[in-house]
């Protein structure tokens, strides 16, 4: 994984203060892999909160706290509120991502 400790430690806290502190949160995605360089940091989220209006405002804010503590790069956030939809993002992120 190519994310330091740290940094999946400042990750961890901000997807829990904004998204609840029993949320999932899995890194998925080329920093996976340990040979690779570059790329975005793809997270997957199952949130403790439920309410889209509310998960909305909570993408925002961890986007906007993320890009302060790990610097200005690439950070897409997949959501997985469990409302019945069931995309084949949320099945390969859990196949191939690391739980931080």
Same mark, same amino acid.
């Given at each position: 994984?190519?994310?330091?400790?740290? =940094? =999946?430690?400042?990750?961890?806290?901000?997807?829990?203060?904004?998204?609840?502190? =029993?949320?999932?949160? +899995?890194?998925?995605?080329?920093?996976?892999?340990?040979?690779?360089?570059?790329?975005?940091?793809?997270?997957?989220?199952?949130?403790? +909160?439920?309410? #889209?209006?509310?998960?909305?405002?909570?993408?925002?804010?961890?986007?906007?706290?993320?890009?302060?503590?790990?610097?200005? =790069?690439?950070?897409?956030?997949?959501?997985?509120?469990?409302?019945?939809?069931?995309?084949?993002?949320?099945? +390969? #992120?859990?196949?191939?991502?690391?739980?931080?």
């Amino acid at each position: 994984m190519r994310l330091s400790t740290e =940094q =999946q430690k400042s990750i961890r806290d901000v997807i829990r203060r904004f998204f609840g502190a =029993q949320s999932l949160v +899995i890194l998925f995605g080329s920093r996976v892999h340990d040979l690779g360089s570059g790329g975005d940091i793809d997270l997957y989220i199952e949130p403790e +909160i439920t309410d #889209a209006t509310v998960v909305v405002d909570a993408k925002i804010d961890a986007l906007v706290e993320l890009h302060k503590v790990l610097g200005e =790069q690439k950070i897409d956030l997949v959501i997985n509120r469990k409302n019945g939809f069931d995309l084949p993002i949320y099945t +390969i #992120a859990k196949e191939t991502g690391v739980l931080l």
